[in-house]
DNA sequence: TGCGCCATTTGGTCAAGCCAATTTGCAGAT
DNA sequence: ATCTGCAAATTGGCTTGACCAAATGGCGCA
């Protein structure tokens, strides 16, 4: 029984690997308040049939869930269901939150832009010219420019002298690439989409060549919103 | 072969689960620049036997390197090493000066705040007040009012809605806080300074309770920069 | 030279089994 | 009757061996 057995709520085209569709599966089962608090879920060997996978592959998913907190595994005594009281904010395992990341980078952003328009040096300017270029030559290549994407938001939040608003800002980013996010987004990355990121990225600039602090904050959080639309939009 | 064979870099005491021992041992391969870049490990099998252990094995610590970012696999494909250029982003090594980290504050719950100006329910400002009356009852009895203050930022954050953003100002609250940090703070939560906060608390809330934006983001702003100052004094 | 098919490589999953840590329960002692 | 201790049952930890499915690569044919 080698194929997709797709038991419960497993859509059958649910191409993920099955540790990732079990570990979600356990996780419903959890949520379904059949096994809650520090309850213990039924042995490994049981829960595996009861789900219709092999134990090896149950064992994987139940490594995810450790890891990212659900659960305990105890050797000898059993599974144990951890602290449901405040998963979210540790487990963003799923949940999803494209819009709630990209508002988060709008509000963060803009922000930090402010600070950065008061300190832009005619060096840096230069250096974010170089990004929109360099992107504009990924696009005219079919290539997708997100190394320059990054390269570009993450110079103005470097360009604060801060680290830890660097810091956030990258991670923000990266967020949205990784493997972590990547059951959720499709292929958001058309030409036409990225086409648009550079016209408003040079719209960023431009406000900051200007050393207008307001019309940057203001471009940065229109950029930033239509992203996230165009994201959810697919 | 049952028992712990600790091969390799692994010391014969470690106790952990195997999957965990080999995930850190083909970390250790990947940072000693055998394999790195978008490089390819070599195929599961081979790669298990090159570390004595079983495939299933090495497959369950694959899968927590994948979960964390390390690497990425393609099925029929190979294993590959993802972006090993920012493992500093994560590590939270800080050593970041207190200021740094105030005014990374200062900027991002003043944006914060804004949008929580905004949609600010009455049930949420009376919280609110309720940990100001407690901070105020933990300072007449000479007593730290930390968790309180935690909360009056964090309620503040997620009041937003915004789960990433409140736990990006959890974290830097935390990071003050935290055993990491504590090198660097002497003790500077004096009475006088907890009153000063307090009282700063004060104003933000009326900013909040007139849903007055812009007075809610100065008076944020004006007291996580005070806030740094008096922790930088001692 | 180019294109398409098939063997090879590589990850994905299953099955069965044995070892080790824990728990459980019963027997014997108090 | 209760407590103690050891052995059997339970449960996770790990291995071996095998087969399927997706990618890849090379070879032959056009």
Redesign the pocket.
């Known amino acids: 029984?080698?194929?997709?057995?797709a038991i419960g709520q497993t859509s059958m085209t649910d191409?993920?690997?099955?540790?990732?569709?079990?570990a979600d599966r356990v996780r419903q089962l959890i949520a379904k308040g059949d096994h809650q608090a520090g309850a213990?879920?039924?042995?490994?060997?049981?829960?595996?049939q009861q789900l219709?996978?092999?134990?090896?592959?149950?064992?994987?998913a139940?490594i995810a869930l450790e890891i990212d907190g659900t659960i305990e595994?105890?050797?000898?005594?059993?599974?144990y269901v951890l602290n449901t009281a405040k998963p979210a904010g540790n487990g963003r395992s799923l949940g999803e939150s494209p819009s709630e990341l990209m508002q988060a980078r709008a509000v963060i952003e803009s922000a930090i832009i402010v600070q950065a328009a008061a300190t832009m040096t005619e060096e840096t300017l230069a250096t974010l010219r170089a990004t929109l270029e360099a992107m504009a030559d990924d696009i005219a290549n079919t290539r997708k420019p997100i190394e320059q994407d990054r390269a570009f938001h993450l110079i103005i939040a470097e360009s604060t002298g801060n680290t830890l608003l660097a810091e956030i800002v990258e991670n923000l980013f990266d967020e949205r690439h990784s493997p972590l996010s990547a059951g959720i987004r499709g292929h958001f990355e058309t030409a036409d989409s990225w086409t648009a990121a550079l016209t408003e990225h040079h719209a960023i600039l431009a406000a900051l060549e200007a050393r207008d602090p307001l019309a940057a904050q203001a471009a940065m959080h229109s950029h930033l919103t239509a992203s996230g639309r165009r994201w959810l939009e697919n």
């Open positions: 029984m080698p194929v997709n057995y191409t993920r690997r099955l540790y990732q569709q079990t213990r879920l039924p042995a490994e060997r049981e829960l595996a219709g996978v092999s134990r090896p592959s149950l064992r994987e139940l595994i105890r050797m000898g005594s059993g599974i």
